[in-house]
């Protein structure tokens, strides 16, 4: 007789009356005993309702979920824990101040005459993290950790409750290549030892790599199950997005136009962003070009787009857009000279989860004709600029007047980008544009930035992710230590050679 599944969700459905979303519509799936499920989707599929459903942090208008073969009442987070299902959410829940072995223990430490023995603590953590071979002190305080680390501390503390079922959101969201790697063996040595993982992602590389079964979701319904071995990318990109991804547009030839952005010799001490600032760094980008500064991240990247954008001053040289010298930190003066910005953290930096959309499409215009008149909001301009936003860039789950704080990343991205390019800026600045997005909305966002370069617009690429910085990029340079490498016309460079200007192996450039 087949053993049943550790987890069983059937017929799980979920509609959100606040914003006419039904997030979840009748979905089915099965997760077996040493097993690494990946649940794939564009953002906004219900992935993270599925398993928010699955772990207590929703109730299911309709379905059920079953536990080992039984069916199991789930209302809160700690009736899952209780049954055996732990939870890695993509935003951490670990108390910085507590050490490693008081966040993996809390709530659960092991007493000695009625106070907490540390050392008894600090040995079964030492052990949780060497079944798994994680190595992490179990004395080393949270808030130092990397997020690699930190995510570690998360799974440890979902074994430490017993967990038989791993779900990770979206786990490798703000992690490194290399930490992304070291979790890969991490998940398989979970799964090794007889537990069931669900894997939600939507990079497929990853996937293939460490999945044994590939779950689909579009809008919110489960469009097929695959076996690893019997799937490729091509087809499970299909089922993702419900069409083939367009080719990538052949490389344009011809020239860029006047210079939009100039740098001269600027440089800035190191700041609390954790980069190491900018040291004599020259720059022009033109009209109708993208140029792309690749590299690997605390090399000076946000020193470089703070600089740009006004939100932090220069110790030294000069900063010109369209001829007017951003001399002091003004976002401001930035933005009217024509800075449009799409900042790294779209949750804090970009957008305000508690207003609605419209509210967010007009935050950095709203003082402007035609969106205010002596001083008063136009509600009707205001409406109509929501609504373009809507309808251009295919925000999808909101009205126009709806609250943002339950979209996908995708389309909380789309919303940024709309606002910024309503505008007609001069100067685009695209810090990590694709930060944890799905396929669909890398393909829109590649579209629309490639689209705005054609149609004149100067744009400041700034990505660690190399692959994006080749595929858009009409000139690439690199951010070494805080020095500007380049930048070369990209029929110059190649991967290899990109990449050894990240690692340092050459120490100039051309401006």
Request: charged share 25%; glycine share 12%.
């Amino acid at each position: 007789m087949t053993a049943a599944p550790l987890l069983r969700v059937e017929g799980l459905t979920k509609y959100f009356a606040s914003s006419g979303v039904l997030a979840v519509d009748d979905v089915s799936l099965d997760l077996r005993a040493g097993e690494v499920l990946a649940l794939v989707g564009e953002n906004g599929t219900g992935k993270t309702t599925l398993t928010s459903m699955v772990f207590g942090l929703h109730r299911p208008d309709s379905g059920r979920v079953l536990v080992a073969g039984r069916e199991a009442v789930i209302r809160t987070p700690q009736d899952a824990i209780a049954l055996g299902i732990g939870m890695v959410q993509q935003h951490f829940a670990l108390v910085p101040s507590f050490t490693v072995a008081e966040n993996v223990l809390l709530g659960r430490e092991p007493r000695r005459r009625g106070l907490v023995d540390r050392r008894a603590a600090d040995r079964e953590v030492a052990r949780l993290a060497a079944e798994l071979g994680m190595p992490v002190d179990p004395r080393r305080q949270v808030g130092g950790l990397p997020i690699g680390l930190q995510q570690r501390v998360e799974i440890l503390r979902t074994l430490a409750a017993d967990a038989r079922v791993v779900i990770l959101d979206e786990p490798t969201a703000m992690l490194t290549p290399a930490e992304a790697r070291d979790l890969a063996g991490v998940i398989r040595r979970l799964a090794a030892t007889g537990r069931a993982v669900l894997f939600i992602s939507h990079k497929l590389p990853e996937v293939f790599a460490v999945a044994d079964r590939i779950a689909v979701m579009r809008r919110g319904r489960l469009v097929g199950t695959l076996d690893r071995a019997a799937a490729d990318r091509r087809t499970v990109t299909r089922m993702m997005i419900g069409r083939e991804i367009a080719p990538v547009p052949a490389r344009r030839t011809e020239h860029a136009g006047t210079v939009v952005l100039e740098l001269r010799g600027v440089g800035c001490r190191a700041d609390a962003s954790g980069d190491v600032g900018l040291r004599g760094v020259d720059l022009t980008v033109r009209s109708g070009e993208i140029v792309g500064v690749a590299g690997v991240s605390g090399n000076g990247q946000n020193d470089l787009v703070h600089a740009v954008t006004g939100i932090r001053a220069v110790d030294q040289g000069v900063i010109e857009v369209g001829g007017t010298r951003l001399c002091d930190a003004s976002v401001r003066a930035a933005r009217r000279a024509g800075v449009a910005h799409i900042p790294e953290d779209r949750m804090t930096a970009g957008l305000n989860r508690g207003a609605d959309l419209a509210e967010n499409v007009i935050s950095t215009a709203f003082r402007r004709p035609p969106l205010s008149r002596h001083g008063v909001l136009r509600r009707t301009a205001v409406d109509r600029a929501a609504r373009d936003v809507v309808t251009r860039f295919d925000v999808r789950g909101v009205p126009p007047r709806g609250p943002v704080a339950t979209l996908s990343g995708g389309n909380l991205q789309k919303i940024v980008i709309g606002r910024e390019l309503s505008g007609d800026p001069a100067l685009l600045v695209a810090n990590q544009p694709t930060r944890g997005l799905d396929v669909g909305s890398i393909e829109f966002v590649h579209r629309a930035l490639r689209a705005e370069r054609d149609r004149g617009l100067a744009t400041l690429l700034v990505s660690t992710e190399l692959d994006e910085v080749l595929d858009l990029s009409d000139r690439v340079a690199v951010l070494y230590d805080g020095r500007l490498l380049g930048p070369y016309p990209r029929a110059e460079v190649d991967r290899e050679r990109v990449g050894g200007l990240m690692a340092g192996a050459e120490a100039g450039g051309r401006p």
